[in-house]
């Protein structure tokens, strides 16, 4: 895809996903990267400098009105989430929000009413669904109606967010923040909509251990998600049909087995996924393409608030 004309982008934070988003919208043919906004000036003046980025606002606001962009990518730390979208929703942008939609499920529901009300256009940042392996076992799928099993594998530690310095009110949401990336696969992979989620394995967050739960789409698609809290595990996703079966492990690789065979056929993944981010590059070709009128896979903010609910019910 190559934009007819120019697409102004804005971005929203200074961190390390700030840079990743940055580097993938400016290789996109037709886009300029216009603006910038953080709460530290003097990061947003440094990526400013380093990518010749023309405006280093001091408020959102400012931002819109001096950069003049038509879309904006949002990365900021979960504390501050809700503020920024309230800010950022009063202007006619399309936007881009990182993941996780809010702290919690109650602060992404909120989002998204607010959203609605405004009338905007805000998609969820889910990149795994854009990186070249999820793409890969998703065009296979696609052209087999067998019923699938979906078996997700996390695994989490609520210590070492402690350790690396999160605010106490993320690492008490650390699911929301951290396993959204293992969850959404459930809903990227199931078809149809999630008819029950059964619990073998409560979240006990005095002791976290083990999380199990079994997920039902109406499809007749099953998944199982499986989190370990304070132990060595993988992430990973595999994805089973009679016919074949699909591996994410890493999450970055997919391979293939079918049916009669023990051979894993590995798929290697493209050269977008290995120069920048996985899924930011492809992720932000869908968004251009999106303000252009175009349809794409991009997840809408919807999308994003169901993987929130998932998280919830899987962890309630």
């Not at 979960?78 to 202007?91: H, M, P, R, Y």
């Not at 175009?294 to 962890?315: H, N």
Request: charged letters at 25%; aromatic letters at 8%; proline letters at 5%.
């Amino acid at each position: 895809m190559k934009a007819a004309a120019e697409h102004r982008v804005a971005i929203i934070g200074t961190g390390a996903m700030a840079r990743e988003h940055i580097k993938a919208f400016r290789d996109v043919p037709g886009v300029s990267v216009c603006g910038i906004y953080g709460r530290t000036r003097h990061k947003a003046e440094a990526l400013a400098a380093e990518f010749g980025i023309g405006v280093v606002a001091d408020s959102i606001e400012e931002l819109y009105r001096a950069a003049e962009p038509d879309l904006v990518q949002v990365s900021v730390y979960e504390t501050g989430i809700k503020s920024v979208l309230d800010q950022a929703l009063a202007f006619p942008w399309r936007i881009l929000m990182e993941k996780p939609i809010g702290l919690d499920h109650a602060e992404a529901i909120d989002i998204l009413r607010q959203a609605k009300s405004a009338g905007r256009h805000v998609y969820a940042g889910l990149n795994r669904r854009a990186m070249s392996s999820t793409v890969a076992a998703l065009s296979d799928l696609a052209q087999n109606p067998e019923p699938r099993f979906i078996h997700v594998q996390d695994q989490q530690s609520l210590e070492v967010a402690r350790t690396i310095g999160h605010a106490p009110e993320v690492v008490a949401n650390w699911m929301y923040a951290n396993s959204i990336h293992l969850v959404d696969y459930l809903l990227a992979f199931g078809r149809g909509e999630v008819t029950g989620v059964d619990v073998v394995h409560r979240w006990n967050a005095d002791d976290p251990a083990l999380v199990l739960a079994k997920v039902s789409f109406s499809s007749g698609d099953i998944g199982l998600y499986e989190a370990l809290w304070a132990a060595p595990g993988p992430w990973s996703c595999t994805i089973s049909t009679r016919s074949r079966r699909w591996e994410l492990k890493p999450l970055e690789r997919a391979s293939f087995q079918d049916a009669g065979t023990r051979k894993l056929v590995p798929v290697e993944p493209d050269d977008w996924d290995q120069n920048f981010k996985p899924g930011f590059r492809r992720q932000a070709e869908w968004m251009i393409a999106e303000a252009a009128g175009q349809s794409t896979p991009l997840p809408s903010l919807e999308s994003g608030v169901k993987a929130m609910q998932l998280v919830r019910d899987i962890y309630r």
